[in-house]
């Protein structure tokens, strides 16, 4: 079982940049497809970014496409999201996920982390 932890969010101003971090424990973190997912308030969870288990493959969410990108070191049990250009509505809670490739389907959520674009 992996179990995902999330980390780097906070305030940024549109056009900004803000790379997150999900650090996922368990021997087996490079078996398995990485996700990353938001919830704005008072929406549902949306499907943001993923990555195969080997980094070869990646698939985005249309809305972030040439703006975020996802990366993996297995060998540190890491997966991060570089967000660049961001937008008033990315404000969101992301999530990182372990997910079924290619349905892109979520299990072992992380607690989240908050990322807040201000204008």
């Known amino acids: 079982q992996v179990q995902p932890v999330e980390s780097g969010g906070g305030l940024v101003q549109t056009g900004g940049s803000l790379r997150l971090s999900c650090a996922a424990s368990g021997r087996t973190f490079r078996n398995y497809a990485m996700g990353w997912f938001r919830q704005a308030p008072g929406k549902e969870r949306e499907f943001v970014a993923a990555?195969?288990?080997?980094?070869?493959?990646?698939n985005y969410a249309d809305s972030v496409k040439g703006r975020f990108f996802i990366s993996r070191d297995n060998a540190k049990n890491m997966v991060s999201l570089q967000m660049n250009s961001l937008k008033l509505e990315d404000t969101a809670v992301y999530y990182c996920a372990v997910v079924d490739w290619p349905a892109m389907t979520p299990h072992y959520w992380g607690q989240g982390t908050q990322v807040t674009v201000s204008s």
């Open positions: 990555i195969s288990w080997s980094g070869i493959s990646t």
